[in-house]
């Protein structure tokens, strides 16, 4: 599904480009289309959902998304290694955020954290929607919220 994602607009002419060219609208449609596709970004009023759609691809690789700016102002950063079974999501929120996560090897035993600034980190409880998919309420501050993904139980 990613590789039909990344291939299936690539380089396709806009009629607002000049000849031989991309303007900035296609391009940034690529780029949300890409966001949206490979890495399962979407933006919902009540949630931000993350599923990423890249296991099988290239799992030793790490897929990285940086800075990505969000419908709120919020900026969103994704780290990614499928073969590893993690992920490191950092998120601007000043408000209070939902998090739904919809990663393949996700389960009510996964360990999910999340820390701001100097505090120390904080395990969020995963909460199973009806759909199979979880997510966490990631709390408001000032500090950016670096949540980490893993697998395993807490502590191994």
Same mark, same amino acid.
């Given at each position: ?79 990614? =290694?499928? &073969?590893?079974?993690? #992920?490191? /999501? @950092? !998120? ?46 990631? =709390?408001? &501050?000032?500090?950016? #919220?670096? /949540? @980490? !993904? ?7």
């Amino acid at each position: 599904e990613a590789q039909r994602g990344i291939s299936r607009d690539y380089g396709r002419l806009s009629s607002g480009a000049a000849e031989g060219g991309v303007s900035s609208a296609s391009a940034g449609a690529w780029l949300d289309q890409v966001v949206g596709e490979v890495f399962g970004v979407a933006e919902f009023l009540d949630h931000l959902e993350i599923a990423p759609q890249i296991a099988g691809v290239a799992d030793e690789a790490t897929w990285q998304l940086e800075g990505w700016r969000l419908a709120t102002g919020d900026t969103l950063s994704i780290t990614y =290694r499928p &073969a590893d079974r993690r #992920a490191t /999501i @950092r !998120i601007t929120a000043p408000q209070r955020r939902r998090v739904a996560l919809r990663f393949p090897w996700l389960s009510a035993e996964s360990c999910v954290t999340a820390r701001r600034g100097p505090d120390r980190a904080d395990r969020l409880a995963l909460i199973q929607q009806v759909d199979g998919s979880f997510y966490v309420d990631v =709390r408001g &501050a000032y500090e950016a #919220a670096d /949540i @980490r !993904i893993a697998s395993g139980a807490c502590g191994n």
